[in-house]
């Protein structure tokens, strides 16, 4: 049986085929992920030593965001014409060019554009990936291969800052150290792109119809993104609110971090034995009293520490689980257009979670940003409470 045919199969088995695709787009994104997070906050400090306030700052990352909320619709459907491996090298060459462009095109202006620009094809390579790595996936290993694919990336995010660091701060070179690894992700989906999943026929529906036809899924990816953004943005501050330092609010955020790094494969390895529906009910409610509880351990750092290491682990579980579901749930154009439904929530969640979540903290100090967490990861879980109810019903 070719390769091709057996990517083509509803319950796959995994032959060395399978896994070497699966590999290589895990790798991708990966390498990709390391150029992502080394751009992010290298435009920001660019900016800063520019004059440009944190404000104007901060606008131009929600217009970034945009990008993915505009951009994802049309995804699948130029993959389809393009094909899957084509356009996902395409991809990466516009984001490598992009990518040089910064230092030649100064101002803040030029930059906003080519931000749009670039936050486009960064959008359209991780729905390509991800339904790439959902598809190519057996459903009994599905969750398993995306704890692998969200371990892989959050690696790689973690390794951009520490460029920047190793760099002695920020300077113009390092966009092209980021377009390099951009032009490197683009190797292995050159050598395996052609095992790779087949987009067959066309999707029936829109993609804010996948929104309500699988809101576990697509709302996971919003109360993720929301989580995160607020996590990056506010928690650092929110120890600082609470008297313990910048130095101990800096490491509450690396603990959140960390706690979602090493969750993601046993939470992804769970997902493949038990119901997903109810697992990803069971992050929701575990992070909600996480955050809950940090108000009542602000006294003691190792608990709070201890609190919100957990709490990161079973946030993160809410992305992983919620692909692996989508997964179960979808196929072939199907599975695109829903991974770019899901893409697309978790961009709305970046972008609508900062203001929000600010309001709440100026009103409700010095625990806003707990009490914000958990209105979040509590309205999912009542979501879900109340989806699982309409089926038993």
């Known amino acids: 049986m070719s390769a091709e045919s057996t990517l083509s199969r509803p319950d796959q088995v995994l032959d060395r085929a399978r896994l070497t695709t699966i590999a290589a787009a895990i790798t991708c994104i990966s390498v990709a992920g390391i150029g992502l997070s080394l751009t992010a906050p290298l435009i920001s400090l660019l900016l ?59 101002g803040y202006t030029a930059w906003s554009v080519l931000r749009f620009l670039f936050a486009s094809s960064i959008n359209a390579l991780f729905v390509l990936s991800e339904f790439w790595i959902n598809a190519a996936a057996p459903n009994a290993r599905r969750g398993f291969f995306m704890g692998v694919y969200a371990t ?65 899924a697509t709302m996971a990816a919003f109360a993720y993104g929301a989580v995160e953004q607020g996590s990056f943005a506010f928690l650092a501050l929110y120890g600082e609110a609470l008297r313990l330092g910048q130095e101990n609010g800096a490491w509450l955020l690396t603990l959140f971090g960390l706690g979602n790094v090493i969750s993601q494969i046993p939470l992804g390895l769970l997902s493949d034995r038990v119901n997903r529906p109810l697992l990803l009910l069971g992050c929701a409610v575990v992070s909600t009293v996480g955050a809950l509880a ?98 038993t019903n």
């Open 48 to 106: 800063s030593a520019q004059g440009v306030s944190a404000t104007a700052i901060g606008a131009q990352t929600a217009f970034a965001s945009l990008a993915g909320i505009l951009t994802s619709p049309f995804v699948p459907r130029l993959a389809r014409t393009f094909g899957l491996r084509n356009f996902l090298l395409g991809i990466l060459a516009f984001a490598t060019v992009t990518m040089s462009l910064f230092p030649l095109l100064p």
């Open 152 to 216: 892989s990336l959050s690696l790689g995010f973690a390794a951009g800052p520490a460029l920047l660091a190793l760099n002695d701060g920020a300077s113009d070179s390092l966009f092209l150290v980021g377009a390099c690894f951009f032009a490197a992700a683009a190797v292995p989906i050159f050598f395996a792109g052609r095992d790779a999943p087949p987009l067959e026929g066309r999707a029936s529906l829109s993609i804010w119809r996948f929104v309500l036809l699988a809101p576990i």
């Open 294 to 391: 940090m108000p009542l351990c602000a006294g003691s750092l190792p608990l709070l520490m201890a609190i919100v290491f957990v709490t990161g682990g079973m946030a993160g579980g809410l992305y992983t689980v919620g692909l692996a579901h989508l997964g179960a749930r979808f196929s072939g154009s199907a599975l695109a257009t829903a991974n770019a439904a899901f893409i697309m929530l978790y961009a709305l969640g970046m972008m609508i979670s900062t203001p929000i979540l600010g309001v709440v903290i100026d009103s409700v100090r010095p625990h806003g940003f707990a009490l914000g967490l958990a209105a979040i990861f509590g309205l999912y879980a009542l979501l879900v409470l109340c989806r699982l109810r309409e089926r």
